[in-house]
């Protein structure tokens, strides 16, 4: 046994996440036979899904900190507040529709203020977060109508005391666009933004909008930095977006079209965000759409983590849990339409109408867009109509898309099973499924896709994630409190199910991805954050420990000559790398007692060295993390001892276990 190796047993013993006492001795063996390779694990098998809910992107990952920035939330003043001398001034909302139907409605603000000042102050999304030294991008298109008022911004924190000022440019007589940077003096969570001005005369004022200097690779405008490196340590193999059910909206009128997410950020239509009003107990009344993160944003940051991106597309159907509103058979045709148009966005040649603003944009190369999934959690008769419609048109033009089809938002079921009846024969490329389940039913589903049919449609399980019922006397409500590391082993104990099937399940994704700590509407989420903070919960963990360890095929992992696959707890699938030459074991113990193993291989041997566990554990099944304590569930690595053709290993009570053997 190495010193390292003793210690790492040691410290995972002081900290309760391993006991040796009452341990076996090593008498079971499993057998990892590294002769036997597989299926072939796609790239995509381990993906995100990334929606707007919970601020996910508006108050979120976009990193704008202006809330409302061009007044076009249904009241115009929201997020915002007079401020300055009382009486020194007046604000209007000027609406100019016919002009701008996009953008239609900007700020005029008349001052009397002297040498006092007046002026607006903005809250931003839940306050704004600030880091002492850092520096903070300011611009807002404006115009002069009188006088000679002068300008400045003032970062202010939550007690209103400035800690950042500078002057803004005076407008001319024309709009434009006028920027400014101001330093942050203190690290502030819920700081705001106030515009003041001094002299008299008025101006008109419209996208008033503070960046974060330090946004993932600098942009301007972007997105936030650690919040993107959070994901970019998940490695994911594909990007699904935009959802989720905002593809669909609560009707048609509000459902998600890419081509207004896409040119100038002044230039696209903001609407209210479905999950504004979804839940009454949760409605948080100020969530709309900037669409600051639109389309373009979204291929660069699929292209950014090395993903593939994935578009879901509205098929002519709103929510079916809402109005359930469907495109008259004659519209249809538009929604294909923009399947083809996107298409075109994504890989056309710059000569072509969507290409063309790919490149105006900043990205003259294609974004290698390959699937393209029709609609979101569709079902029944009307569904099939449209998707057959979709299908018929985009094979046709598009024969090199593979297209994602719904079978509706249940894991089972006569809806599930009325459209698996649809697709099984269509030879379907890709099936989306989704479940929202109790632990134990991710338990008792670990080998649902060992009977799927090897020959039919691929399985994308699109959107997954253990749900515990917590009464609400035992729940504090801090958001996190529902990504145990109970639900986290369950979903870990389901992934080998994945893995072990990679020949059908060829993509999956947990959700939702992101949640703001105060501005949630569902939960569990994979990641936390509020404006400073993010934390990665023990599902994000589990999730990375086997997107980190993909491999290149499955290997079988049995034990007495059966796949091991939930016997008396413990749950395994293994991959090899053939490039690396690695076997990588994800072993997963669900039950409260230590258990030791023989690992034995078939067909090569190790290396003798470097053999390592990462073991992702806590002391309750309770435990989860939160931005206060992040650390409470975590991945801890050790070495491993490895013999010619075996390995001697302990897994700790309630654990994923990911063993890597280098083997020749
Ligand atoms: O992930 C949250 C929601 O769950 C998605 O928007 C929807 O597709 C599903 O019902």
Redesign the pocket.
């Known amino acids: 046994m190495t010193i390292p190796f003793m210690k790492t047993i040691l410290n995972l013993i002081a900290a309760g996440l391993l006991s040796l006492s009452g341990s076996a001795s090593f008498a079971q063996t499993i057998t990892l036979s590294v002769n036997k390779p597989q299926a072939a694990v796609q790239p995509t098998m381990w993906g995100i ?1 990334f ?1 707007d ?1 919970n601020f996910s992107a508006d108050g979120g990952i976009y990193a704008e900190l202006v809330k409302n920035r061009s007044f076009e939330f249904s009241q115009p003043l929201m997020g915002w507040k007079e401020t300055g001398k009382k009486g020194a001034g007046n604000i209007l909302i000027v609406n100019r529709g016919n002009d701008n139907p996009a953008n239609p409605r900007f700020a005029h603000i008349t001052v009397q203020a002297g040498d006092s000042s007046y002026g607006l102050y903005n809250e931003g999304f839940r306050g704004m977060g600030f880091k002492k030294d850092g520096r903070y991008n300011f611009s807002f298109r404006a115009r002069n109508t009188a006088g000679n008022p002068t300008g400045k911004l003032i970062l202010v924190d939550e007690k209103g005391a400035n800690i950042g000022e500078t002057t803004i440019p005076s407008p001319g007589k024309e709009w434009k666009q006028y920027t400014a940077v101001v330093t942050a003096s203190a690290t502030v969570a819920k700081g705001g933004l106030q515009l003041l001005f001094s002299g008299n005369g008025s101006l008109d004022i419209d996208m008033v909008s503070l960046f974060p200097e330090d946004t993932w690779k600098q942009r301007p405008g972007g997105l936030r930095k650690d919040l993107v490196q959070l994901l970019a340590d998940l490695h994911p193999g594909f990007v699904r977006f935009p ?4 593809v669909e909206g609560r009707d048609l009128a509000n459902r998600y079209q890419w081509k207004k997410t896409v040119g100038k950020v002044e230039d696209r239509t903001l609407i209210v965000n479905r999950w504004n009003t979804e839940f009454a107990h949760r409605a948080p009344g100020d969530y709309f759409q900037s669409y600051g993160l639109g389309f373009y944003e979204y291929f660069q940051l699929s292209e950014d983590l090395g993903a593939a991106p994935l578009p879901i597309l509205n098929c002519g159907m709103a929510c079916q849990f809402n109005t359930g509103e469907v495109a008259a058979d004659d519209d249809v045709s538009r929604y294909i339409q923009d399947a083809i148009d996107l298409i075109e966005f994504a890989n056309g040649g710059t000569e072509t109408k969507w290409g063309k603003l790919r490149a105006e944009m900043g990205h003259p190369k294609p974004f290698n867009l390959q699937m393209l999934g029709v609609g ?2 569709q079902w029944d008769s009307q569904y099939i109509a449209r998707y057959q419609r979709f299908e018929q048109e985009l094979k046709a033009k598009h024969p090199e898309i593979k297209l994602v089809s719904s079978v509706g ?1 249940f894991s089972s079921g006569e809806r599930f099973e009325y459209l698996w009846s649809k697709l099984r024969p269509s030879k379907a490329d890709f099936v989306d499924e ?1 479940y ?1 389940m109790p632990p134990e039913w991710f338990l008792k589903n670990s080998n649902r896709y060992d009977k799927y049919d090897r020959k039919g449609p691929k399985i994308f399980a699109g ?1 997954y994630a253990a749900h515990i019922k917590v009464s609400k006397e035992n729940d504090n409500e801090k958001g996190e409190t529902r990504n145990t590391w109970e639900s986290a082993l369950a979903e870990a104990a389901f992934m080998t199910g994945l893995e072990r099937n990679a020949d059908v399940v060829q993509m999956s994704s947990y ?2 991805l992101l949640a703001h700590v105060e501005a949630w509407q ?1 939960r569990p989420d994979l990641i936390w954050f509020d404006n400073l903070r993010s934390v990665g919960t023990p599902n994000y963990y589990v999730q990375q420990l086997f997107a980190n360890n993909k491999g290149t095929h499955t290997i079988p992992v049995t034990v007495n000559n059966l796949p091991l696959t939930g016997q008396e707890g413990i749950y395994a699938s293994a991959t090899i790398d053939q490039q690396s030459r690695k076997i990588l074991l994800k072993i997963v113990n669900t039950t409260g007692k230590p258990a030791n193993y023989k690992l034995a291989l078939t067909g090569a041997v190790t290396t003798g060295n470097a053999a390592t566990q990462q073991v992702l554990t806590a002391k309750d099944k309770g435990d989860f993390n939160s931005l206060d304590n992040p650390g409470v569930v975590k991945p801890v690595e050790q070495p491993l001892k490895a013999a010619k053709s075996n390995v001697d290993v302990s897994l700790a009570a309630n654990s994923l276990n990911v063993i890597t053997i280098p083997y020749k």
């Open positions: 899904f929606e809910i959802g989720g059910c905002i979101n959690e938002p989704h929202y959107e959700a939702p569902w």
